[in-house]
């Protein structure tokens, strides 16, 4: 008689498609289902899980089983916003709500919010026994300390960001400082991000294993129809196309691209510079793209799910961000086989092998940026080497089979115990 599989479970509440998602979904997809099954704790509203195609055949039978924490939220909300509107203006809102949300700190409303959410998981933690609980988001730092204090045997958790500065917000670190000290063992997406917490909040380093992110490349590998893609973007024929994937957020320096290219558009008019991503900078960078007087050189897409298609009819990528764990959108960059030029921080270094497959340069820079980008437009030779180095560096050093294999002898360690 076959050996029961053992059961692991996940912590995901996210509810969208972020990178640790994609993360997870790669894992799952992957994952040895002969000795082992997969739960999936989960809000009931997560879209990402409940209506993923590639997983539903892996649920269906009983390889993944879905398992809610939380109440689903309301849907077609008519008679609750009705109800709301006859509620007398006075009474909407109590003197203790106001005070709340007008005067207590917001370190403060974190902290209490976190200990609500520790109390409410490790009650669910206490009904719903697991024996090994991978924690996956950023942000779910409750769920590693509920479940320690649930007394779940192995915990898990992927650390996906870099730590808070001490400087800037004592409450998130303390929440992180008796987070990562709840898990057993914390996987590290890169080496980079082993190191900041192991600084920041002083965890043993062998507390800390670093398995770099498994990637599907399959759609960046492709080939496209350059013109078609060009075509339906309405991109001139003699434009060089400069992509930028990421979401508008200040971590990632799009203002340093658009002061970049504002130095550089009287040497070199025929740039476009596609923006792919949203986020709530938009506005402030179309002002900015506007003030800089290069707005016919800047095209804002909003979110795309067609990336691969628009980076397989770009010439560049460019990521100057401020901070980045990994850059995993650099490692499907190099897999269309475009060169990329990227800030030296975090663990694009692990990513990104300078001057072999692009560029990288110090954050915040937007001269160097402006410095590289000439030097690579001006020698397409040099770009189109840079990207074929790139293609043949991702093949070998982000295969999910690695990532699934690795990821798989933690847990086994710990059942090993």
């Known amino acids: 008689m076959p050996a029961a599989r053992r059961e692991i479970s996940f912590y995901s509440m996210t509810g969208g498609m972020g990178g640790s998602e994609v993360y997870l979904k790669n894992l799952l997809l992957s994952f040895d289902y002969k000795n082992y099954k997969a739960a999936l704790i989960c809000s009931p509203d997560d879209p990402f899980f409940l209506q993923d195609d590639q997983l539903e055949p892996l649920i269906e039978r009983g390889d993944i089983a879905i398992k809610f924490f939380g109440t689903a939220k309301a849907r077609g909300s008519e008679a609750a916003a009705a109800a709301h509107a006859a509620v007398p203006a006075e009474r909407k809102e109590s003197l203790k709500q106001k005070i709340w949300r007008r005067i207590v700190p917001s370190s403060i409303k974190l902290l209490m919010g976190t200990l609500r959410d520790t109390q409410k998981l490790a009650r669910y933690f206490k ?8 924690v996956n988001d950023a942000g779910a730092e409750p769920a590693s300390i509920a479940a320690r204090l649930a007394g779940v045997p192995h915990i898990v958790g992927t650390l996906h960001v870099l730590p808070y500065n001490k400087m800037q917000d004592w409450v998130s670190c303390l929440i992180e400082f008796f987070s990562i000290r709840s898990m057993d063992v914390a996987i590290a997406v890169s080496e980079a991000t082993k190191k900041a ?92 793209v506007e003030g800089l007087g290069i707005g016919p050189m800047v095209r804002f ?57 692009g560029m990288l340069i110090p ?36 295969p999910t089979q690695r990532m699934v294999a690795q990821t798989l002898e933690i847990y086994q360690g710990l059942l090993d115990q």
Request: aromatic letters at 4%; a neutral charge.
């Open 127 to 134: 009904e719903n026994p697991v024996n090994i609980l991978h």
């Open 197 to 288: 917490w192991i600084q920041q909040t002083g965890i043993a380093a062998d507390r800390i294993k670093v398995v770099l992110n498994g990637m599907d490349l399959s759609a960046f590998t492709r080939e496209y129809d350059v013109a078609a893609v060009r075509q339906e973007l309405s991109i001139p024929a003699a434009a060089y196309v400069i992509s930028v994937p990421a979401r508008l957020h200040p971590l990632k320096g799009h203002q340093y691209l658009f002061e970049a290219v504002s130095q550089i558009r009287s040497e070199l008019p025929q740039i476009m510079v596609l923006i792919i991503g949203d986020g709530v900078l938009r506005e402030s960078l179309q002002k900015k």
């Open 301 to 357: 897409l909003g979110h795309r799910a067609d990336i691969a298609r628009i980076m397989a009819a770009s010439d560049l990528i460019v990521l100057p961000s401020l901070s980045e764990t990994l850059g995993l959108v650099l490692a499907e960059a190099q897999a269309a086989g475009k060169a990329v030029i990227a800030t030296n921080i975090g663990g694009i270094p692990e990513v990104v092998e300078n001057g072999v497959t």
């Open 363 to 398: 954050p915040s820079d937007s001269p160097a940026l402006a410095r590289a980008i000439v030097q690579l437009v001006q020698n397409p030779a040099q770009c189109q080497e840079m990207g074929k180095k790139g293609r043949e560096r991702v093949d070998r050093v982000f």
